[in-house]
């Protein structure tokens, strides 16, 4: 089965650069998005078609693409940034694959 | 206003099933697909497989294909995720999203369920 592969955990300091990587064969061929999601709570879009950002999302959150790699960029990391992340793209077994999630701790 | 409600947790034996539902408001149910992703506590996300509550076409994740069964009533706005023959593994946080597609990309933009806790014990 399809895998998107992802570090289990980044730590940044608040007002640093927080970077987290997602790996699969398929994604120079199918757009990917990112999820945060905090304790409790429903997953929310971030980044959808790996480097667009929806309304209501801070510029803080970027997206880009090289390759098999997709990385979400958080810029001036605030404490409310302290979450999970989840890359999501698609592939022939089916048109939603996670993957595992990070977790992004503001030191 | 949007809003997809779940009903509530369930607790099964081993070897049962769970019918989770999925009541949708605030605008046209048959306009946007459903999928369905479940999450065990402390674990990631899992995409189990989508519905088009307008021509009621399914497609599931290979890992669930033969024991999850997606089903709607347009009359209602009400989706549905049946699970069967439920193993603890299965303990789990199941929610329900909206969906949308363009150009062969899926994703899920803005509203899901509050989810709904499983439990399977003996």
């Known amino acids: 089965s399809y895998e998107l592969t992802q570090p289990p955990s980044v730590s940044v300091s608040p007002g640093q650069t927080a970077r987290i990587t997602c790996s699969g064969d398929?994604?120079?061929?199918?757009?990917a998005y990112w999820y945060q999601q905090k304790p409790g709570q429903a997953p929310v879009l971030v980044i959808y078609k790996d480097s667009e950002r929806p309304s209501g999302i801070p510029e803080r959150f970027s997206g880009s693409s090289s390759g098999t790699t997709v990385t979400l960029t958080i810029s001036g990391v605030q404490a409310e940034d302290e979450a999970d992340y989840y890359c999501?793209?698609?592939?022939?077994?089916?048109?939603?694959?996670f993957g595992g999630g990070t977790k992004l701790t503001v030191l | 206003q949007v809003q997809l409600v779940q009903s509530g947790a369930e607790v099964k034996k081993p070897g049962a099933s769970v019918k989770v539902s999925c009541k949708a408001s605030g605008y046209t149910f048959t306009s946007y697909d459903i999928n369905w992703v479940r999450q065990a506590t402390g674990q990631g996300l899992e995409w189990m497989g989508w519905m088009n509550p307008n021509s009621g076409n399914t497609g599931y994740a290979q890992k669930f294909q033969g024991r999850v069964t997606m089903t709607r009533n347009t009359s209602i706005s009400t989706a549905y995720m049946e699970l069967s023959s439920l193993r603890s593994e299965d303990t789990a946080v199941y929610y329900c999203?909206?969906?949308?597609?363009?150009?062969?990309?899926?994703?899920?933009?803005?509203?899901w369920g509050q989810g709904t806790l499983v439990t399977v014990s003996s």
């Open positions: 398929a994604l120079p061929k199918q757009y």
């Open positions: 999203a909206r969906g949308y597609c363009s150009g062969g990309s899926c994703y899920i933009p803005d509203y």
């Open positions: 999501q793209s698609a592939d022939s077994s089916g048109p939603l694959v």
